[in-house]
């Protein structure tokens, strides 16, 4: 079941629909058109990032090699190329 926790209409007009499971956003994704039937032509789901601090990375985590982006992903049990872009938030000689 998709349970819409809140709805934030913006400046321009659009909707905001926050979603409050992983299962009801999976849900709403694999039915789109469907979905988007329900609101007027030019409706459209758009996906965006989101960022994340992530305690406890290994040191030989090395952002710039996909294997370890992917190796990360696999151990989370995320989908492949779910994380964009990694960088240490400290620099490397501290």
């Known amino acids: 079941m998709c349970r819409v926790g809140e ?9 905001v629909l926050e979603i409050q ?4 956003a999976d849900h709403i994704c694999q039915h789109r058109f469907t979905f988007l039937a329900a609101f007027e032509p030019s409706a ?4 965006h990032p989101h960022p994340l601090i992530v305690r406890f990375i290994p040191i030989h985590f090395w952002p710039d090699c996909p294997e370890d982006m992917h190796e990360i992903e696999e151990q989370n049990r ?8 990694a960088w240490w938030i400290k620099p490397e000689e501290k």
């Open 7 to 15: 709805v934030a209409k913006l400046a321009n007009g659009s909707l």
């Open 21 to 24: 499971t992983c299962e009801g």
């Open 44 to 47: 459209a789901i758009c996906e």
């Open 78 to 85: 995320w989908d492949k190329n779910t994380i964009i872009k």
